[in-house]
């Protein structure tokens, strides 16, 4: 492939003359910025965007910072993300953390190194101290669960009120044993959903029984969520309605009662969170809390091109509209339970 | 923040020179050396990585240029891929193509750019002629989906042995009205499993009915199996047996013979194709063909690294074993079908 030396000496001129014509300056006269010109053509040199992107500190590209985008909950908001990268003339990369904070820290690297302009952190835990020296310097937003304490724009759902509509229809179901499958993570989507699940017992003159509490995986994975379900049901006086931090355990938790012989929603009721397909695979299909998926990915590209472009608060905060969708996995409780 | 216009003028000297220094080029005196990094100190500049891989041409960042990472079948090859870039000193950043070869294409720009060392190819259809101009200057891998006349090294599993094992085990099973649930894409998986499935027929003398191959969309989508294998299922002399080009297909076509009323394996045998965790939620658990998805991940970074350092053929090609599976959606057909 050619150089910009190759074009220079085949135009004749300095190296520097090359790069000039290139950033499109006046200061080359028209005959010489011809020659280079046809230079340009007769090597087919393509200009190197790298170097042209050192210049003007750009490199158009994004990262998405996601930790696990085996949860299908992520990937409306990864294509709400792209598609709307691609309208603003960016590139979207998905960066897998797997989870370790380590290749977190490797992924925000990135932006000091240049190589993108931006970044959409997907499920930033709390707590994480070592991420304030980026916000001052960088475009970071934070897209479905935040730290509150970080100074990074973000855009979520209100985890906590919708929670508290969840509880309200177990309740008006005659519900008093009401269990949570939630994880040990640091998000705050899972401190405020179960912040909202004690604080609606409680106002219901109802106790917070330990062992109404299980935990799935950090995955919130399926066989985790069906586990953290058996040990619920496996009590002598088993709640009789779940609701699941998500879907998937959701599904996990309709997988564990039919073992059981426990039917969905005769005998056990249970809620999801999310609104993924996959609630609507087998029946009993989900009753559940849908995200605005697409809508929250297109946002936080939207709310990142702002920063980039230094228009938006690092204060800025946007909050979507949640939806409870009422399916088949809920019922009214049994009189003899 | 500081630039090294900054560091010159701190130290007094010229860009050259510090670039000179930051470069490790002993062309400079001892002490104009220590005059610089003293400026680099004072000021708290960091060397813009961009610039310095642009003068080595290397951005240790290799792309995983992907069609729809919705699927669960991706999520261990994602992981695979990640870890063993991780391993070897690379970034591996995920672009979503949502399948659309335009987007391929701005993904492989990226290499012309130098924005990436090298890509990995995730869902490759046959016939894109367009990929050739970047066989020879980059370096490509593909993985699991693959042109076998585009001269890239690529990996995957021997996918018409596996489905010709597939329909030795229906026949075994007495099934002789085979249906198939394929896609219309143009991947060379599909079109081998096509061709097991024909030949197989062919040979044990029975016909290649045009009423019991069915297409689920290229998403391979619970709702479109579903929707094909309604279709199916709804004629007269309906099959005894599906073979499904995907797990997540075959989940949707037990989910249409069970709202028939249609049960399987009793009523009807069907054969899925990944291994992925999804098979495993409900009973019938799928019988299946596994993957080795990881291992599929895994070997494709280690061709592109070697790619990278010039030390791989671009026609090496690398067959991986997979696995029939046997778990319970597949049984003896019935005497009276």
């Known amino acids: 492939m050619a150089t910009i030396s190759d074009v220079a000496r085949e135009a004749q001129v ?27 053509e007769k ?25 696990n985008i085996t949860n299908p909950y992520y990937s409306h908001i990864l294509t709400g993300i792209g598609d709307t990268a691609n309208e603003l003339g960016y590139s ?37 101290q ?8 960088y475009p970071v937003v934070q897209c479905s669960e935040y730290d509150p ?92 309605a779940i609701f699941c931090i998500s879907d998937t355990i959701a599904l996990g938790a309709i997988a564990a009662a039919m073992e059981k012989g426990i039917r969905v929603p005769e005998d056990l009721t249970v809620i999801g969170f999310d609104d993924v397909e996959d609630t609507m695979m087998f029946h009993p299909y989900i009753t559940t809390v849908g995200q605005p998926c697409y809508e929250l990915g297109k946002n936080a590209m939207r709310m990142l091109y702002d920063r980039i472009n230094g228009q938006l608060d690092p204060q800025h905060e946007m909050v979507l509209k949640h939806k409870f969708i009422i399916r088949e996995s809920a019922g009214r409780r049994k009189q003899d339970d």
């Open 149 to 240: 304490d970080v100074p990074f724009p973000h855009v979520s759902i209100d985890n906590y009120k919708a929670v508290r509509e969840v509880m309200a229809y177990l309740f008006a179901l005659g519900h008093e044993r009401i269990a949570t499958i939630s994880s040990k993570n640091r998000y705050i989507s899972t401190d405020l959903r179960m912040k909202a699940y004690k604080d609606a017992l409680g106002e219901e003159g109802l106790p917070v029984e330990e062992n109404l509490v299980a935990y799935a995986g950090l995955d919130y994975s399926f066989r985790s969520g069906k586990e953290a379900a058996e040990k619920l049901l496996a009590q002598e006086n088993r709640p009789t």
């Open 14 to 40: 300095s190296v520097a003359t090359v790069s000039r014509v290139l950033n499109k300056q006046d200061s080359v006269k028209k005959a010489t910025a011809d020659r280079v010109y046809a230079a340009i």
């Open 92 to 128: 979207a990369l998905i960066f897998n953390t797997a989870n370790s904070e380590e290749r977190e820290k490797e992924g925000m690297e990135m932006l000091k190194k240049r190589r993108a302009d931006g970044a959409i952190l997907l499920a930033r835990n709390q707590g994480s």
């Open 43 to 67: 090597l087919k040199f393509e200009p190197n965007i790298l170097a042209r992107n050192f210049r003007r500190s750009e490199s158009r590209v994004i990262l998405i910072i996601a930790p």
């Open 130 to 137: 070592w991420l304030e020296e980026y916000a001052e310097n």
